[in-house]
C-alpha cells in the first residue's frame, strides 16, 4: 500500500514515515494516558535523511532533552509560569547543550523544555518524568520507523542528477566560450548565476552520496549495487574536476582582437564538439575532436613561443589567451578520463543495473 502511495508523487517516503511515527507515538501516549503533544513534536522533528543520522542524533537527543526538562522543572519552581520563565528555560537549555556539544539536540531539548511550562502539576518530580518519558517515546519511534520502514536509497538521485549536471556543464562551456568569441561580457552575469548554480547542485550531490554511504552501513545491499554506485562516485569526481576548469574558464578576460581569426575559427569548431561529448551518455570522443585537440596544441605553443618566451613582459604574468588555451586543454584531458571509465567493464555493470532498475519501477 505505501508503495502505491509513493508511486502518485504526492508524499514522499520521508513524509510517510513522519506520518506513521506520528501516529504510533500518538497512540502509546493515549494509552498511558500521557500528553500527546509533546511526544508528537519531538517525533516530526526527529525524523532524518538516513537511519543512521536517526541512530546517532537520537542518542544525543534524550540526554539534551533530560537537562531541558530539568531546567524547566527547576526555574519553574522558582519563578513560576511566566515570560521569564520562557525566556531563561530557552536560553539556558540552549547554552548547556552547546557547552555539552548536544548540539543535535538542541532543538527537541528547547521545544521539550518551554512546551513543559504551561501544564506542570503539583508534583514537578511526575511532571519531570512524564515530559521526558513522552519526548523518548517520539525520538524512539521516530528512530525505529526511520530504520525498518522504507529504507532510503538515493542511486536514482543521484544518478539524474550527475547526468543533469553533465549537460549543465556542457550548456556553461558554451557560454563561455561563445563570449570569448563573441561580444565581450555581455553573457557575464547569466554565466556566474549558472556556475553558482552548478556549484551548489554538485554539493547537493554530493550530500547524497553522503546520505547512501551512512544507510548502506546500516542496511543489505549487493556487490552490483556497490560497483554501480562506486561508478556514480568516479563521475562525480571527474564533473567536479570539469566545474574546476569552468571555474577557472569563467573569471577569464579576453578583449576583441586577442585571437586572430584561425584561433577563433578553432575555438568556435571546437564548442559543439565539447557539448555532444559531455552530454552523451557514453561520452563518446570521435575523431574529429582529437584533430581539433591537437590543433589546439599547436596553437598552446605557439603563443607560449611568441607572446611568453619572447616577450619579457609575460613573464611572470600569463595572458589570458594562454590560460584558456591551457584550461580547454586540461579540459579535453579530463574528458579523456571519462571516455575510458565510460567504456569500462565498470561502465557496462552501471547500464545494465540502471536498465534493470528501471525496468523494475
Excluded at 556553461?172 to 557575464?188: D, F, P, T
Excluded at 574546476?244 to 584561425?262: A, E, K, M, V, W
Amino acid at each position: 500500500m505505501m508503495e502505491r502511495l509513493l508511486q502518485f508523487k504526492l508524499f514522499g517516503s520521508r513524509t510517510l514515515k513522519t506520518g506513521i511515527s506520528v501516529f504510533i507515538t500518538a497512540l502509546i501516549c493515549g494509552y498511558f494516558g500521557w500528553p500527546v503533544i509533546f511526544a508528537v513534536i519531538t517525533a516530526i522533528v526527529t525524523i532524518e535523511h538516513t537511519a543512521a543520522d536517526s541512530i546517532r542524533k537520537a542518542a544525543i537527543r534524550f540526554p539534551a532533552s533530560a537537562i531541558g526538562a530539568l531546567i524547566a522543572t527547576s526555574l519553574y519552581g522558582v519563578f513560576g509560569k511566566g515570560a521569564l520563565t520562557y525566556a531563561l528555560v530557552a536560553i539556558l537549555t540552549i547554552a548547556v547543550c552547546h557547552k555539552l556539544n548536544l548540539q543535535d539536540g538542541i532543538l527537541v531539548a528547547t521545544i521539550t523544555a518551554t512546551a513543559m511550562i504551561p501544564d506542570f502539576q503539583e508534583n514537578y518530580i511526575v511532571s519531570f518524568f512524564i515530559r521526558l518519558g513522552t519526548t523518548s517515546i517520539g525520538i524512539v519511534v521516530s528512530s525505529l520507523v526511520n530504520f525498518f520502514l522504507l529504507p532510503p536509497n538515493y542511486f536514482s538521485s543521484i544518478q539524474r542528477n550527475i547526468d543533469r549536471l553533465y549537460s549543465l556543464s556542457a550548456d556553461l562551456l558554451e557560454l563561455i566560450l561563445k563570449e570569448v568569441i563573441g561580444e565581450k561580457h555581455k553573457k557575464r552575469a547569466l554565466i556566474n548565476k549558472k556556475y553558482r548554480e552548478l556549484t551548489q547542485s554538485i554539493e547537493r550531490t554530493h550530500q547524497l552520496s553522503h546520505y547512501q554511504r551512512e544507510e548502506w552501513s546500516y542496511h543489505k545491499h549487493t556487490n552490483i549495487d556497490m560497483r554501480a554506485f562506486q561508478y556514480t562516485q568516479k563521475r562525480l569526481d571527474l564533473l567536479q574536476q570539469i566545474i574546476y576548469h569552468l571555474g577557472n574558464l569563467q573569471y577569464i578576460q579576453t578583449d576583441s582582437g586577442d585571437f586572430n581569426h584561425r584561433e577563433e575559427h578553432l575555438i568556435e569548431r571546437m564548442i559543439p564538439s565539447f557539448v555532444a561529448i559531455l552530454k552523451a551518455p557514453r561520452h563518446h570522443i570521435p575523431e574529429k575532436h582529437f584533430q581539433h585537440i591537437h590543433e589546439l596544441d599547436h596553437v598552446f605553443w605557439e603563443w607560449k613561443h611568441e607572446h611568453i618566451e619572447q616577450e619579457s613582459r609575460y613573464r611572470h604574468h600569463l595572458p589570458p589567451q594562454t590560460v584558456l588555451l591551457y584550461e580547454l586543454l586540461c579540459l579535453h584531458d579530463v574528458i579523456e578520463e571519462l571516455n575510458q571509465l565510460s567504456n569500462s567493464k565498470h561502465a557496462d555493470i552501471y547500464f545494465r543495473y540502471v536498465n534493470e532498475q528501471e525496468h523494475v519501477k
